[in-house]
Structures are given as C-alpha cells and as structure tokens.
C-alpha cells in the first residue's frame, strides 16, 4: 500500500515542488511505497525555472511538474493521504480545506518551514544558490521522513514524529 503525502505552499511553484521532486526521487532510489504530491492554495500556474534546474541537477526527474491547486487534493478521486505537510508560512497560516486520509481519518498536519528561495538577494546566482541550499534541507528532512516505518505509524505517532524532524 502507497503512502501518500502532499506538500502545501502558496503558489506550488518552488519549496512544495522541490520538496516533492526529493521526496519521489528518494523514495523511488530506496524502494519505498511512498508517493509526494505538491499544490498550493493559490497556484501560480508556473514552476519556478531555478527549482526545476537545481532538480534536474541533483538528477531528479521533473517531467510532467505543474503548479496546481489543493482542490485536486479534497474530492472523491484524491489519494488517501496520511500527511500534509507545509513548506511555507503563508500557507501555514491559512485555513486549509478538508483532505481525506485513510479510512475514517484526517492525515496529520504538520509545518515545515523554509525561507523563499525566489526571494533571494544576489540575482540569478543568489536565486540559483538559495534554490539549491532550500533543495539540500527539504531533501535531508525527507530522508529523515523516509527512515520512519510509516506503514506502522498510527496517526499519532505519525504526527509526533513529523513534528520531530520539524525541530530537527
């Protein structure tokens, strides 16, 4: 059984999109049933050039990426997540819509947050730079995420431990 999370930010065009393209990349590399979404609550409509560069960099596949809403996330047809997780403090702050977990549950909540990249001083080598630093973080955390035995975790023990790696 796949395991499903979805990783929240604003416009889902940078720290959601890397946080996802790492999570899949290294779940894929370790053989685990775990599967990363990403959205935001007012999608851009774009992904930021800088995050699928420093992806393809770090050889993370991106075809087929795109910004999306969080809509696609709370009907019939969505996954069965056991996590959201935000990457942002907007998002953090905003009233989220109902998702659905596994049977009879609401996934875990829990707040990871990391400072804009596309935010960053320096033009194009300073946006280039904070997009790889805010990829190396969200990829340490997801290996963090993925040493745990989440097929096992009830959802207080998920929520305990995510909030763990949070303050890591």
């Not at 720290?15 to 935001?40: F, I, Y």
């Not at 975790?153 to 790696?165: E, F, M, Y």
Request: glycine fraction near 10%; aromatic fraction near 6%.
């Amino acid at each position: 059984m796949i395991t499903h999370l979805l990783i929240l930010c604003t416009h889902n065009s940078a720290r959601s999109v890397l946080a996802e393209g790492m999570l899949n990349h290294l779940a894929a590399r370790l053989g685990l049933d775990v599967r990363a979404h990403s959205a935001g609550s007012a999608p851009s409509g774009r992904i930021n050039p800088f995050a699928l560069e420093v992806l393809a960099e770090a050889g993370v596949y991106t075809r087929g990426f795109r910004s999306k809403s969080w809509d696609e996330f709370t009907g019939a047809g969505a996954p069965p997540l056991a996590a959201v997780i935000t990457v942002c403090d907007s998002a953090a702050a905003e009233t989220c819509p109902v998702f659905f977990g596994g049977p009879g549950q609401q996934p875990v909540k829990v707040h990871w947050g990391y400072p804009d990249p596309s935010a960053a001083e320096g033009g194009d080598e300073g946006r280039r730079r904070a997009f790889e630093l805010t990829r190396q973080a969200l990829g340490y955390r997801m290996l963090q995420l993925l040493q745990l035995p989440l097929a096992e975790l009830d959802r207080d023990s998920l929520q305990q431990a995510l909030q763990q790696i949070a303050q890591s």
